[in-house]
């Protein structure tokens, strides 16, 4: 036993209550306001306090977190999560992480004194996530999605982002291209921008090209703007591909503004698939993943998890390949 594991006692004191009240709170049995509720959770998961939820306590709600629902992406997952949750009477409770975990921590300890009857979420990276291990204290079911390398505890809904970011610069070097520039979201903030860089130096080393130093940028900031003249002049790439297709529209943007052609001058590929950049001109190339149903599948795992007719299981969507105008030999 570790003789500095915080007690009941401790997380009393910090919520500023009594011991049964932190008792009410960790069981589900008795009245708490919901002031005193947020308090005592948050002290708890403040001092590492293990507090086993019980179902009774749960309420008929879904809590979501994404990184940013600006992204379509995320907002097609939630789409498929609501409509699961719609058919059980449910209602979601959404947060946002913004892409740090910091801001991720604060989140999900939110969502869990909101007593949800399980949590969906997408976490900057697994390995180092406070939150999850958080989750996995209070024994909440818990899925998440997007995300690789999630603990044995919890559910996953995934795709093999290296794999497929591997295909798609696989079609840029079938083309010729050899000095490729990966633009991605930093890596402390997304798991699967490292898992999509390793995927786009993988298929460069088949072909025996080196890999580029990937350019990382703030996944928000980038959403407006991305200024490529350094890069683009110190690397002088013949293609550019992104680790997501919201980044790819604000590189062609970029792209043209400095009098460059796409694909004539340089060609570009994004990832995810979602429907703006199969509408723009030219046509996005892409990797397309089943948002909408990766969010139904993580609904559906979670209920299951939650009813105790499942245990937590990591599922892999397929993706495809979406060739489009925005690719061609090099120049």
């Known amino acids: 036993m570790n003789p500095n594991a915080a007690t009941i006692r401790d997380v009393a004191a910090k919520a ?49 977190l994404l990184p940013s629902l600006a992204n379509p992406v995320f907002a097609a997952a939630l789409s498929g999560i609501e409509q699961c949750a719609r058919a059980q009477n449910l209602s979601t409770i959404v947060a946002q992480s913004n892409y740090e975990p910091d801001h991720e921590e604060r989140a999900v300890a939110a969502l869990i004194v909101e007593r949800p009857r399980g949590l969906i979420l997408t976490v900057c990276d697994p390995a180092s996530s406070v939150a999850l291990a958080n989750v996995i204290a209070c024994a909440i079911p818990a899925v998440t999605i997007y995300n690789a390398d999630t603990p044995e505890a919890l559910g996953a809904v995934l795709v093999d982002n290296r794999k497929a970011m591997a295909t798609i610069t696989e079609a840029l070097t079938a083309l010729g291209h050899r000095r490729i520039l990966f633009v991605g979201g930093s890596f402390a903030s997304s798991d699967r921008s490292v898992a999509r860089y390793s995927g ?26 991305i200024d490529l003249s350094v890069a683009i002049q110190r690397f002088r790439p013949t293609a550019i591909t992104a680790s997501n297709d919201l980044l790819a529209v604000t590189v062609m943007a970029s792209l043209r503004r400095m009098g460059l052609r796409v694909p004539h001058d340089i060609s570009v590929t994004g990832f995810d698939g979602i429907e703006i950049a199969r509408l723009m001109s030219p046509k996005l190339a892409t990797i397309s993943q089943p948002s909408r149903t990766m969010g139904l599948l993580a609904a559906t795992m979670v209920l299951d998890i939650a009813a105790g007719r499942r245990r937590p299981m990591h599922l892999t969507a397929e993706v495809t390949f979406l060739n489009g105008e925005s690719v061609a030999p090099p120049p």
């Open 200 to 225: 786009y130096a993988d298929a460069l080393r088949a072909v025996g090209a080196e890999p580029l130093p990937p350019l990382e940028v703030n996944f928000i900031d980038a959403a407006s703007d």
């Open 16 to 64: 500023g209550c009594s011991i049964a009240t932190v008792s009410r709170v960790a069981t589900g049995s008795g009245p708490v306001s919901d002031e005193m509720r947020r308090r005592v959770v948050e002290s708890a998961l403040a001092l590492g306090f293990r507090m086993d939820r019980h179902k009774a306590d749960a309420r008929p709600v879904i809590g979501v």
